[in-house]
Nanobody, 123 residues
């Protein structure tokens, strides 16, 4: 059974950086597209970014393009999200999940997800 554990969140000032990690156990992620998603109170879930298992192709929401970078280390069964130039609007619980990509390049989760990690951007 796939289990996912996210870490790396915290409180950061605007303009700061964080790197989130998503560690999988119970199943190898290397064949799967994996995405990062976020949900803030009162807002809909947003697909932040996802990365293909086959060729490492990456997709990003417009809101994070140029600021966030997704990567994966299949030897560690881990997917990362490097977040730079953080803004208050990035505040949310971030979680990872196996994902799919829609025809208009929106990442959608399916299956297991972790507990999530809180990211708070505030001065």
């Amino acid at each position: 059974q796939l289990r996912l554990a996210e870490s790396g969140g915290g409180l950061v000032q605007p303009g700061g950086s964080l790197r989130l990690s998503c560690v999988a156990s119970g199943l190898s992620l290397d064949r799967y597209m994996v995405g990062w998603f976020r949900q803030a109170p009162g807002k809909e879930r947003e697909g932040v970014s996802c990365i293909a298992g086959s060729d490492g192709s990456a997709y990003y929401a417009d809101s994070v393009k140029g600021r966030f970078t997704i990567s994966r280390d299949n030897t560690r069964n881990t997917v990362y999200l490097q977040m730079n130039s953080l803004i208050p609007e990035d505040t949310a619980v971030y979680y990872c999940s196996p994902s799919t990509i829609t025809t208009n390049h929106v990442c959608e989760p399916f299956g297991s997800r972790g507990q999530g990690t809180q990211v708070t951007v505030s001065s």
